[in-house]
């Protein structure tokens, strides 16, 4: 079956390291994935986009992997500040070529002073 | 910066009873979409709309649900006859083209009673 899966246990780090989460799929082939940001009660707000072709992307602080291989992608916050704690989300898009996107279920990151 | 707004923040409904949920994307924007995130689970993806056709929709996007492009500006979601499982936040999102950010509103909380 197809599966898009993110660490579901909450990831609590101290301030200035560098935080990785993990997504994996399973069954898929998207040309794409897509990193999330949610707040509580808001909508998802978009961090970075990796194609297929792409090995790594970065802006700022926020570096995304993408290996077609392990079929995962890394995202890297680095010298992490307590308003960085949020869940993150990736999606991709199961080659539908409609915009549809698939999420994991997320993982929750919490930053300490 | 341009947003996507959703209208009502919160809609309570009693079951059986038809509702709309409005959304304003992006104004130059071409590609929208309506997703819902039961209380603690995925964000899911119901349905996409281009060029004022659907582009694809998901299994749960049935005969109950139907989405509008009525002018310019707005993009609507209504459900005819809610159902207690129809509970959720439902985000609205647009983008520029195919393989793009997708910029989502803060959501309708719908409260099916």
């Known amino acids: 079956s197809q599966k898009i899966e993110q660490n579901s246990e909450a990831l609590n780090i101290q301030e200035g390291k560098t935080a990785t989460l993990t997504c994996n799929y399973t069954n898929y082939s998207p040309a794409y994935l897509q990193w999330y940001r949610q707040d509580p009660g808001r909508g998802p707000v978009f961090l970075l986009l990796?194609?297929?072709?792409?090995k790594e992307k970065r802006k700022e602080r926020l570096k995304v992997t993408f290996d077609t291989t392990l079929k995962q992608s890394l995202f890297h916050i680095t010298a992490s500040q307590p308003a960085d704690s949020a869940t993150y989300l990736c999606a991709l898009e199961p080659s539908s070529n409609t915009g549809k996107l698939i999420f994991g279920q997320g993982t929750t990151l919490q930053v300490k002073p | 910066e341009p947003e996507v707004t959703q209208t009502p923040s919160h809609q309570v409904t009693q079951m059986g009873q038809e509702v709309i949920l409005r959304c304003v994307p992006i104004s130059n924007h071409l590609y929208f979409y309506w997703y819902r995130q039961i209380l603690g689970q995925k964000v899911e993806f119901l349905v996409s709309f281009y060029n004022n056709e659907i582009s694809e929709k998901s299994e749960i996007f049935d005969d109950q649900f139907s989405v509008e492009r009525p002018d310019g500006s707005n993009f609507t979601l209504k459900i005819r006859s809610t159902k207690l499982e129809d509970s959720a936040m439902y985000f609205c999102a647009s983008s520029e083209a195919l393989i793009q950010p997708q910029h989502f509103g803060d959501g309708t909380r719908l409260s099916i009673l």
């Open positions: 990796i194609r297929e072709n792409e």
